[in-house]
């Protein structure tokens, strides 16, 4: 295992099921770090372990689980995760109320994404919640 935080890997920020390489080399290193650091915060906030559904994804990764196009994750600057041992609405609300800077906080259907913003950038601290409409996926401002 390859550590980047206390409590997070590089194999589980980058695992995928597609069976596809996912490998974000040297040049997301950074990326992969500050994300790594801000989950820490919130795995500290809420006091449980972070199940991570999606971190890094490759290009293709991305396209074959729907991802869109300019997502977070091709950047490393992103995770999918489902706090163990508490509801993700209570989890959301926490996050969402927190000091912890992030620029995207959204609740989906059964996980939390949080992106992060790019390195020089100021994030945005948006908060969206995600519904399902006639069958596609709607954000709102939470």
Known sequence: MT????HFSLEEL???????ENDPGMALAGNMARLANTL???RELLGVPLRINSGFRSEEVNRRVGGVRNSAHLFARAADFVPVGMSIEEAFESIKKSGIV???????PTWIHLGISCAREKPRQQCL??????GKMAYSIA
């Not at 550590?3 to 206390?6: G, T």
């Not at 980058?14 to 596809?20: C, E, N």
């Open 40 to 42: 820490e915060e919130v």
């Open 14 to 20: 980058t695992r995928t099921d597609t069976g596809l």
């Open 129 to 134: 919640i995600a519904t399902m409409q006639g």
């Open 102 to 108: 992030w620029d995207q906080l959204i609740l989906e």
């Open 3 to 6: 550590q980047i935080s206390p």
